[in-house]
């Protein structure tokens, strides 16, 4: 099973969903230059969600358009039987949603034994104190700040309660995963979840649907770390 990753930075992960297709390769390079720290890539089929996305075949595209991580955040009904396929693709992580696997604790093993990082999402509705049986476990724990489905939402303000649990859980625990935040981030939303004690922040329109990306997301950087500097 891979080792737990570090907290100990803050992360921004652009989520390619609200890149311009027509140009993804291009978008994707233009945000690792502008100092991206991993690529999220959100998957939709339809049923879990009401949306589709993208596949396997696009992972794979991202993969060779960039030496970033890839965190591939499965919105699906049977991510277990995507799952290698994802992880052949290029995946560095695989995250999975409590709401679409009964066994939460096997779907995490099975995604370390695919050789990847696991997380583990839930959703608005979904308490966090579901998924403390595998906090031990995973790598990531995803909070989503809005409904998944569709990008451009706006953030959830409940979603902060969610991430303070969750840390206190963690440091309860001594546990090491990974807190992230997705929905509707922008560099206000982005400060206020890292004081609530998130490490993790994907973006999706507040990067890409600018035209400076290293603008947006050293502001972001600025922004959570005076959040969180000491007073």
Do not use: W
Not at 70 to 94: C, E, K, Q, R
Not at 102 to 108: G, I, M, P
Not at 175 to 191: H, L, M, P, R, W
Request: glycine content about 6%; aromatic content about 4%.
């Amino acid at each position: 099973m891979p080792a737990p990753s570090a907290t100990t930075t803050h992360r921004i992960a652009p989520s390619i969903l609200a890149a311009d297709f027509g140009r993804l390769a291009a978008d994707i390079e233009r945000a690792e230059a502008a100092g991206a720290d991993l690529m999220h890539v959100d998957v939709m089929d339809g049923h879990f969600v009401p949306n589709i996305s993208i596949g396997p075949a696009i992972v794979a595209a991202v993969r060779k358009a960039t030496s970033l991580p890839l965190d591939v955040h499965l919105m699906i009904s049977d991510p277990l039987t995507y799952l290698p396929a994802f992880v052949d693709a290029g995946a560095t992580s695989i995250s999975v949603h409590q709401e679409t696997c009964s066994d939460l604790a096997a779907a995490v093993e099975k995604v370390h034994a695919a050789g990847v990082e696991a997380a583990v999402v839930v959703n608005p509705d979904t308490p966090v104190a579901s998924v403390a049986h595998v906090m031990d476990q995973i790598e990531m724990l995803l909070i989503m700040s809005v409904h998944p489905g569709f990008g451009g939402q706006k953030f959830i303000v409940g979603a902060l309660d969610k991430i303070r649990e969750a840390a206190t859980l963690r440091a309860e625990r001594g546990a090491t995963f990974a807190i992230e935040v997705d929905g509707g981030i922008d560099a206000a939303n982005a400060a206020r979840a890292a004081s609530a004690g998130a490490d993790v922040f994907v973006a999706g329109t507040a990067i890409f649907g600018t035209s400076d990306y290293a603008q947006v997301i050293s502001s972001m950087r600025q922004a959570i770390s005076d959040a969180v500097a000491p007073t």
